[in-house]
Antibody
Framework: EVQLVESGGGLVQPGGSLRLSCAAS????????MSWVRQAPGKGLEWVSAISGTGRTTYHAHSVKGRFTISRDNSKNTLYLQMNSLRAEDTAVYYC??????????????????????WGKGTTVTVSS | DIQMTQSPSSLSASVGDTVTITCRAS??????LAWYQQRPGKVPKLLIY???SLQSGVPSRFSGSGSGTDFTLTISSLQPEDFATYYC?????????FGGGTKVEIK
């Protein structure tokens, strides 16, 4: 069974740091892109960050660029989100998600898909003094 | 950056109705569009990917169409468990933005 379990959330003061983790199981972790999506209380979904299966390519939303860093350790089947300089507006439930099945193109390069076909249950981050 | 605009933001419907939600991208995204359902207090769930491909296990009353900039999600014969919020997502190019959501409520 494919499973994603987030951890690392909590209460942090403005300007502080947290590192979220997402432990994956039930699939070949290195073959899939992974993403972080957040949802502030009573609000919609906001895409935060994504990373290719190799970890060589990363993407971040403008709202977190320069403050958050996505990474992965394929030997540990774990996705991370390092969050620095946290602000009150970063308060949200953070979900990790597994990307869709990719494919090899005609030139041998691999295309990853960044929609999310499996989601974790989320971890809550609260930024408040 | 690509903006994703959903309409309507909310709608009321009855069990058995057919419901259509639209999603418009500010520039072409080919068919790299996903739809998700989020029931209250629950984790989002993938319904449709590649604009019209039904995710495994999702009932066939859900269907998606469109390409380029204009997309639709149709729910035929609305069931009680379908009352939820629906989101579209661009995954053609960074940033992989979501639409603002459409809340489907019971009339």
């Amino acid at each position: 069974e494919v499973q994603l379990v987030e951890s690392g959330g909590g209460l942090v003061q403005p300007g502080g740091s947290l590192r979220l983790s997402c432990a994956a199981s039930g699939f070949i972790f290195s073959s899939y892109a992974m993403s972080w999506v957040r949802q502030a209380p009573g609000k919609g979904l906001e895409w935060v960050s994504a990373i290719s299966g190799t970890g060589r390519t990363t993407y971040h939303a403008h709202s977190v660029k320069g403050r958050f860093t996505i990474s992965r350790d394929n030997s540990k089947n774990t996705l991370y989100l390092q969050m620095n300089s946290l602000r009150a507006e970063d308060t949200a439930v953070y979900y990790c998600g597994k990307g869709g099945v990719g494919y090899y193109g005609s030139r041998g390069s691999y295309t990853y898909y960044y929609h999310m076909d499996v989601w974790g249950k989320g971890t809550t981050v609260t930024v408040s003094s | 950056d690509i903006q994703m605009t959903q309409s309507p933001s909310s709608l009321s419907a009855s069990v058995g109705d057919t419901v259509t939600i639209t999603c418009r991208a500010s520039q072409g995204i080919n068919y790299y569009l996903a739809w998700y359902q989020q029931r209250p207090g629950k984790v989002p769930k993938l319904l449709i990917y590649a604009a019209s491909s039904l995710q495994s296990g999702v009932p066939s009353r859900f269907s998606g169409s469109g390409s380029g900039t204009d997309f639709t999600l149709t729910i035929s014969s609305l069931q009680p468990e379908d009352f939820a919020t629906y989101y579209c997502q661009n995954y053609d190019s960074d940033p992989f933005t979501f639409g603002g959501g459409t809340k489907v409520e019971i009339k």
